[in-house]
């Protein structure tokens, strides 16, 4: 579903450029939701669209919503897709998880993604030096940024 283009077409970084090595481990996503229960929607902006089938063997009954995937990603049972231009088209307080690709590791993302974001759950940013309003820092290493909504 179209919500407008992707920001990125026609700049240099874009969710297909960034290799499927380039992106964080699914394991060390799964442990950094720290995902307890089944159900609900976990986002997934970017290039980390790619981590959806791999989440959803480890954390299981949770459906992910893509936003801006790169072109070589396909919807699933486990996987929708957006595209949008700035905004994730989500109700606010939706989310029970963010992750937020490199690529889009700026605003309005790490913005929207914090609105999305239900209160206590937890954002994974692929860029440790992101800041998000209203949600408080964890860790920040090893190229990842992990926070929680206050």
């Keep these: ?26 394991e060390i996503v799964q442990a950094l939701l720290a995902l307890q229960l089944e159900g609900g929607y976990v986002v997934l ?17 949770v459906h992910f919503v893509g936003v801006n995937p790169p072109p ?12 949008s231009d ?15 690709g490199e690529e889009y590791a700026e605003e309005p993302w790490l913005t929207e993604a914090g609105r999305v974001l239900m209160t206590g759950q937890r954002m994974v940013v692929a860029n440790e030096s992101a800041t ?3 949600v408080n820092p ?6 990842l940024w992990v926070g929680v909504r206050e």
């Design 1 to 26: 579903m179209q919500f407008g283009p992707d920001p990125l077409l026609g700049r240099s970084s874009r969710s297909d450029d960034i290799t499927v090595e380039e992106i964080p481990d699914p």
């Design 45 to 61: 902006v970017g290039s980390v669209t790619r981590l959806a089938n791999q989440l959803a063997e480890r954390i299981g009954e």
């Design 72 to 83: 070589d990603v396909t919807e699933s049972t486990v996987l929708s897709l957006l595209q």
């Design 86 to 100: 700035s905004k994730i088209p989500l109700k606010a307080g939706r989310a029970r998880g963010c992750v937020i």
């Design 132 to 134: 998000v309003s209203g």
């Design 138 to 143: 964890i860790v920040a290493d090893r190229g």
